[in-house]
């Protein structure tokens, strides 16, 4: 299952718009203000299905989940030289990026992939292609991407 993840143009907080290949919106993502990054997902029906919240005062960026109001775990970033890795607790999946912070492979616990994310260049505002290999885990992935753009953002 492919996504396409953009972000809005003209927005004073972080929004975003996630299709499905055919162009049909999957997910709407906005952020509240608050003290770090708040980031709340709804589904095509406006209901809402999940929220990233940054934590703030942590060594390495670390970043709450939640679906459906419970509290799920964390996408936390590990310490790494060249190229950036995070690990999302709950589910024992680990994500590794390329050196240029624009590709990412999300593995679990057996080395199995997961989701390929790429940033689509050459573009005004982030765009990611989502390639999920389970329809099931398309809003954990989710997740996880709104977490390493926020933290590339808080960083920025």
């Given at each position: 299952?492919?996504?396409l993840f953009r972000q809005r143009i003209f927005s004073w907080l972080d929004s975003y718009d996630i299709y499905n290949e055919k162009g049909e919106t999957l997910f709407v993502v906005r952020g509240q203000?608050?003290?770090?990054?708040?980031?709340?997902i709804y589904d095509a029906?406006?209901?809402e299905v999940g929220k990233v919240k940054e934590k703030i005062v942590t060594f390495l960026p670390k970043f709450e989940l939640f679906a459906d109001g419970r509290h799920l775990g964390s996408v936390k970033k590990n310490f790494s030289l060249f190229s950036p890795s995070?690990?999302?607790?709950f589910l024992g999946w680990k994500a590794k990026g390329n050196i240029f912070e624009w590709d990412y492979t999300i593995r679990d616990r057996k080395g199995n992939r997961i989701a390929s994310i790429s940033k689509e260049l050459l573009n005004f505002t982030d765009a990611y292609v989502l390639d999920v290999a389970t329809p099931a885990d398309a809003l954990y992935v989710l997740?996880?991407?709104l977490a390493v753009d926020a933290?590339?953002?808080?960083?920025?």
């Open positions: 299952m492919k996504l203000l608050s003290w770090g990054h708040c980031l709340k029906f406006g209901e995070y690990s999302l607790d997740m996880f991407v933290e590339k953002c808080s960083r920025d």
